[in-house]
């Protein structure tokens, strides 16, 4: 039977009894309402420990005033139901206070890689994941980490940070996972109408260009950029936030495809904001 923990210290009885019996945990860190795309991760999980973790926590310290906080599609049960299907062994679901209680003032910030593309139009989100992201590897103790390319400036950060801060934990990254129409899965896909589902494809339909471009030999990444835009740009409903190719390790801007570049997109359709990617390696 999947376990359910909703304090730090519920789940710490756990950690401590599988510690014991010298058990490998994987945690999968998500914010619920969860999908095909996390699946893969929990999957991938399974296949690589003696126990697995899904932490289901909604972070508002990620999130800016003026985001979706409050309108973030929630649903604990069905969460649970494909975390017990798919072989979850506990389930950590802390209320806000738990994670903050009173007197919260310590924080894990990062420069560099959290400088460009979503780190400019969301100033205050990458302070928020990486402080969340620390207290759960502190609670859950794990010996790997699994999170999708899809948030890949995540990825690079995440990474990071363990490597900064000593942590001895494995960090798994995990390739998208698309609707067979070629639209990354996100729970923000739950914001589109009919309208606006269909213009999301033009995300897709952008990184599949980009990385044909790059794939037939294109080296010039601002090229590939441009072509990238422009595409996004014949639809009306779509408004570019950002359409850059950095360096996938220091998410530093690049003009030429080198070592291991990310070409990374934010478009807003309607009001909801959506990314997308696609990661070259160069030939040398
Ligand atoms: O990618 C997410 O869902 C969140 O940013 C994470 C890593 C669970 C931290 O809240």
Redesign the pocket.
Known sequence: MIAIAHTVKEARKYITEWKKQGLSIGLV???GYLHEGHMSLVKRARQENGKVVV?V?V?PM?FSPNEDLDQYPRDFDADTRLCHENGVDLILHPEPPEMYPDGFCSFVDMTGPTAELCGKSRPIHFR??CT??NKLFNIVQPDRAY??QK?AQ?LAV?RRMVCDLNMSIEIVGCPIIREEDGLARSSRNKYLNEEERKAALILSRSVFLGKEMAEEGEKDARKICLAMRRLIETEPLARVDYVEAVDFSTIQKVDAVQGETLFAIAVYIGKTRLIDNFIVKAIS
Request: proline share 6%; net charge negative; hydrophobic share 45%.
């Open positions: 860190p998500t914010m932490s926590f972070n990620q928020g994941v969340v992201v999170f999708g948030d995540q995440i």
